[in-house]
């Protein structure tokens, strides 16, 4: 079946750090790959996605770049604030399994500290 | 953007008693809904799959006479939760999700709502 490994955290970094938070996906047919950002007692944000490979999401100056032949979708930032403190879900949505349904990572959480 | 709203935000209940969480999507139509049950520190665990004018399909391990969904529309649905006990507490997200011209969903979130059984 369809799966989403994210590298687990928590990640704590210094305001103005590089972040790269890993993910690796397994999947049936060609999925579509989402980062969702979840903000302390809060529901989940699409922050960003690419649905073939070598797409790369990007917004709020974060990227990722789809990779079929690693299947990865590393979430990046050149420079974090403190307000990009949250929780990162790295997931798949895989219309080969017959469904639109999204496999989500455990979620990697992220402390930025001033 | 896509705006998905849950009504209420938060809930208390006493044990024994029913809560309906009501999600809608505002500013489109919705043929798909999802509820999702996330845990402290944990990832989201789909509890089941609603299709408008169908009856809901639920994830294996998921209660469906506890956990009863209505899609009765294209832009609502509710999961109600019947005989609240402690161990239902938890943080419960809906999702909506339209089709994009490509066929690929992408489902829009709600804030969640907080049930908490006492």
């Known amino acids: 079946g369809d799966s989403v490994t994210q590298m687990e955290g928590p990640v704590t970094l210094s305001e103005e750090a590089f972040l790269t938070i890993n993910c690796t996906y397994t999947?049936?047919?060609?999925?579509?790959l989402f980062w969702y950002v979840q903000y302390p007692g809060e529901g989940l944000q699409l922050l960003l996605k690419?649905?073939?490979?070598?797409d790369k999401g990007s917004n709020k100056g974060f990227e990722a770049t789809y990779r079929k032949e690693t299947t990865s979708f590393h979430l990046e930032k050149g420079s974090v604030q403190v307000s990009d403190s949250a929780v990162y879900f790295c997931?798949?949505?895989?219309?080969?399994?017959?469904?639109?349904?999204?496999?989500f990572g455990k979620g990697t959480k992220l402390s930025v500290i001033p | 953007g896509a705006v998905v709203s849950q009504h209420p935000s938060r809930v208390i209940c006493k044990s024994g008693t029913s809560v309906k969480i009501e999600c809608r999507s505002l500013?489109?139509?919705?043929?798909?809904m999802f509820w999702y049950r996330q845990f402290p520190k944990q990832s989201l665990m789909l509890m089941a799959t609603?299709?408008?004018?169908?009856?809901?399909?639920?994830e294996q391990g998921v209660e469906k006479d506890k956990f009863l969904i209505n899609h009765a529309s294209l832009t609502l649905s509710t999961l109600t939760v019947t005989s609240a006990h402690p161990e239902d507490s938890s943080f419960y997200i809906c999702?909506?999700?339209?089709?994009?011209?490509?066929?690929?969903?992408?489902?829009?979130f709600g804030p969640g709502t907080r049930l908490t059984v006492t």
């Open positions: 999702s909506a999700a339209p089709p994009d011209f490509a066929g690929h969903y992408e489902q829009y």
């Open positions: 999947a049936t047919g060609y999925p579509s």
């Open positions: 690419a649905t073939k490979a070598d």
């Open positions: 997931a798949l949505s895989d219309s080969g399994a017959g469904s639109y349904q999204l496999t």
């Open positions: 500013d489109f139509q919705a043929t798909t």
């Open positions: 609603s299709n408008e004018g169908s009856k809901a399909t639920y």
